[in-house]
């Protein structure tokens, strides 16, 4: 049974509009009220409408965009391409921030409630959900470009991407086959269930079935919590910290472009050189990839075509033409200067 707002007031001892006020954010009410309401809000996942007309008006035709990871720059190309589809099928663009530590289906029930949605985009991050918990959505939705859990039923759902396994394999294999055998990579914090899990299993394997044994100090990462993963930051500090441990390597694959560029200025303000000291890979075939210098050898996503079938897809959905839909592109790997034969 659903939650109420009455519900809420009655397990917290107040008023209905005390529980009205905290939700609201208004002024006027004591804090510990506020953070006991709030967090029986959360316990009890009650979503709360923005206004009684909610309740009573007909759906919108809005497609909300959920996205992880804001500050990477690959999905700014994939948003322009959304929005282009989604308003050529005479549909609003709802673009909205998930942060790490967000419950994608926590924000997407209460989205999915106070705007009238017709329908749902999941951008990025690593999909870790339940059929139980997915199938609270009462509308169409599709994951793109993101990772899906091995516990994640994924017959149950419809999604688009590229094979991070089989990719960053690609690229490592590559930079095995230039003569590299001291390859590090920048990936991912341990604990972080992201697309960043999959190019690290890429990373042992090629090394693997390339007579390489993966050694853990040669896979770094950056603790500072503060710094978005995908990011130049992220990867010129993970970088520097590779360089100043005195760890002997030739190459460094990093688990997106971003962080591969970040790693290239560390090299360089070290006084040293890409490719002449050590080659640097990436992953995503960002345009900052193309035009860096040098510029990066990486695995091109065909960005255009995973956007558009996105879209197509969840209209299908929409349409009730289809049930679920996987659809996984190839990536191209796209060799520039930033690497050399050993």
């Known amino acids: 049974m659903e939650t109420t707002i009455k519900d809420i007031a009655r397990i917290c001892g107040v008023a209905v509009s005390t529980v009205s006020r905290a939700i609201n954010n208004h002024p006027d009410i004591n804090e ?18 923005n206004s009684a007309r909610n309740l009573k008006r007909s759906e919108s035709n809005t497609i909300a965009v959920l996205i992880k990871g804001i500050g990477n720059p690959f999905f700014s190309n994939i948003m ?128 693997k079935d390339n007579g390489i044994e993966p050694e853990q100090d040669l896979i770094c990462y950056n603790e500072d919590e503060t710094d978005q993963i995908f990011s130049m930051e992220y990867g010129y500090k993970a970088a520097k910290k590779l360089l100043d441990a005195g760890v002997f390597f030739t190459a460094i694959f990093a688990i997106s472009d971003s962080i591969a560029i970040g790693a290239a200025k560390a090299i360089f303000d070290s006084g040293k050189h890409v490719p002449e000291d050590y080659s640097i890979a990436g992953f995503d075939g960002i345009d900052y990839a193309k035009y860096y210098q040098p510029s990066i050898t990486t695995i091109q996503q065909p960005i255009e075509d995973m956007a558009t079938e996105t879209i197509r897809i969840l209209f299908d959905l929409i349409d009730g033409k289809k049930n679920t839909v996987g659809k996984i592109f190839s990536g191209e790997l796209v060799v520039g200067q930033s690497t050399k034969v050993l």
């Open 32 to 49: 510990e009220t506020k953070v006991l309401i709030m967090q029986a809000v959360q316990d009890y996942h009650y979503i709360p409408n």
């Open 80 to 207: 322009k391409v959304f929005e282009k589809e989604i308003q050529k099928k005479k549909y609003s663009f709802l673009l909205h921030r998930v942060e790490e530590h967000e419950d994608e289906i926590e924000v997407a029930l209460q989205l999915e409630k106070e705007k009238r949605l017709k329908g749902i985009v999941f951008l990025g991050g690593y999909f870790l959900q339940s059929k139980e918990r997915l199938s609270k959505l009462n509308i169409p939705y599709i994951l793109s470009t993101g990772g899906v859990s091995d516990g994640t039923e994924k017959e149950s759902l419809s999604y688009v991407s590229v094979d991070d396994y089989k990719e960053s394999y690609k690229i490592v294999d590559y930079l095995c086959k230039l003569g590299h055998k001291r390859i590090a990579t920048i990936a991912a914090p341990p604990m972080d269930e992201n697309i960043g899990k999959l190019r690290l299993k890429g990373y042992r394997s090629a090394l």
